[in-house]
């Protein structure tokens, strides 16, 4: 199991942020970050890893011990996944102009991991891999 500062310092190296850009994200101070990842800190006020964890769109779980559920599912993650097999599961079966759409669905859904959920459905919808919603 992994400690905290552990898992704060890789979440920060994984987004390739300087400890300046984290605290700045935060709004505390680069010693306070340095404190953090140097495992000089041993409590921390339930605000300060709320904020982590979102900033990091980490569950707060993962966050406090570097195991279980890593990402934060919503709603609009299981939406997307339900579009993504119903187009996987007709690709297969489909020509090779659905297997780019079923390649293409991937990359969508890798880059969600990084980025906002809402653009990569809307990526999807302007190349017309999935409907426009009728919002």
């Given at each position: 199991?992994?400690?905290?500062?552990?898992?704060?310092?890789?979440?920060?190296?994984?987004?390739?942020?300087?400890?300046?850009?984290?605290?700045?994200a935060?709004?505390?101070?680069?010693?306070?970050?340095?404190?953090?990842?140097?495992?000089?800190?041993?409590?921390?006020?339930?605000?300060?890893?709320?904020?982590?964890?979102?900033?990091?769109?980490?569950?707060?779980?993962?966050?406090?011990?570097?195991?279980?559920?890593?990402?934060?599912?919503?709603?609009?993650?299981i939406?997307?996944?339900?579009?993504?097999?119903?187009?996987?599961?007709?690709?297969?079966?489909?020509?090779?102009?659905?297997?780019?759409?079923?390649?293409?669905?991937?990359?969508?859904?890798?880059?969600?991991?990084?980025?906002?959920?809402a653009?990569?459905?809307?990526?999807?919808?302007?190349?017309?891999?999935?409907?426009?919603?009728?919002?």
């Amino acid at each position: 199991m992994m400690v905290i500062h552990q898992v704060i310092k890789g979440l920060r190296k994984e987004k390739e942020l300087s400890q300046k850009d984290l605290s700045e994200a935060l709004g505390i101070t680069n010693e306070d970050v340095s404190r953090i990842e140097g495992g000089k800190r041993k409590t921390y006020p339930i605000d300060l890893l709320v904020k982590i964890s979102e900033f990091f769109d980490v569950s707060i779980d993962y966050l406090c011990k570097g195991e279980g559920l890593k990402y934060i599912i919503t709603q609009d993650d299981i939406d997307f996944y339900e579009i993504y097999k119903k187009e996987k599961s007709l690709s297969e079966s489909i020509d090779p102009e659905m297997r780019a759409a079923d390649r293409r669905m991937k990359e969508i859904r890798l880059m969600k991991m990084y980025e906002n959920l809402a653009k990569a459905v809307q990526e999807a919808q302007d190349a017309g891999i999935i409907p426009q919603s009728d919002e």
